[in-house]
Every structure is written in structure tokens, then in C-alpha cells.
Nanobody, 127 residues
Framework: QVQPVESGGGLVQAGGSLRLSCTTP????????MAWFRQPPGKEREFLSA?????????YSRSVKGRFTISSADTKNSVVYLQMNNLQPDDTAVYYC???????????????????WGQGTQVTVSS
């Protein structure tokens, strides 16, 4: 298995928090960049955030900056987290983790920038 695996999704009330985790397969590869995307019902998948392995380069979309925080457990990006605060019903979506071995990203928001994708984890926010 080479795909990263997401966990931590679930049902939460508006204003609540969740922390998603993304685990890369041990010994398969060391991703340089890891990212989170989401796909709301009936909409296209959108970029949320990305982080490199030393944590010094971090990107956020405008829609989540200030509410969501990406972090990595170590310099190998073996586990990457997405802390999501003040969740709202519009945050309801399937959340995906993505990984790339590339040390530079032409555009962190593009799906084609990433080599490996997880299966996704459902986040549902009730009003």
C-alpha cells in the first residue's frame, strides 16, 4: 500500500472542532509535501492546506486560514494533522490527504501537484 490513510472524521456540531490525521505508509516513501483537500457534496475538490517536511513552508486557502491548522508529527511527514476549529455546516465534505515527493510545488492548490491520495474521511457539521 502506498496511499496515505486519513482518519479522525465524524459528526460534529457547528462551532465544534475535529483533528484529522493522515498517515503515510511506513517505509514506502518520505513525502516532502503533504496537503489536505476537501470535496463538499456536489462540488469540486478544493485545496485547504499544505506543509513541507521541515514545517517551514505552509500554505492555506483563504477559506480556512485562521480556523484550520496543519502540522506534522516529524520531519518525515509520517503523520500530518489538520486541526479544524469553529466548524460550520459549509465545512461538511469528504476530506482527502495528498502527498508528493517533489521538493517544490509549482502550485500547491493543484491536484496534479500530488502523487499519492488517500481514500478520504467524511466530516459532517450539523447546524
Amino acid at each position: 500500500q502506498v496511499q496515505p490513510v486519513e482518519s479522525g472524521g465524524g459528526l460534529v456540531q457547528a462551532g465544534g472542532s475535529l483533528r484529522l490525521s493522515c498517515t503515510t505508509p511506513e517505509h514506502a516513501y518520505i513525502p516532502y509535501f503533504m496537503a489536505w483537500f476537501r470535496q463538499p457534496p456536489g462540488k469540486e475538490r478544493e485545496f485547504l492546506s499544505a506543509i513541507n517536511s521541515d514545517g517551514r513552508t505552509v500554505y492555506y486557502s483563504r477559506s480556512v486560514k485562521g480556523r484550520f491548522t496543519i502540522s506534522s508529527a516529524d520531519t518525515k511527514n509520517s503523520v500530518v494533522y489538520l486541526q479544524m476549529n469553529n466548524l460550520q455546516p459549509d465545512d461538511t465534505a469528504v476530506y482527502y490527504c495528498a502527498a508528493t515527493l517533489s521538493r517544490s510545488l509549482a502550485d500547491e492548490r493543484r491536484e496534479s501537484s500530488y502523487d499519492y491520495w488517500g481514500q478520504g474521511t467524511q466530516v459532517t457539521v450539523s447546524s
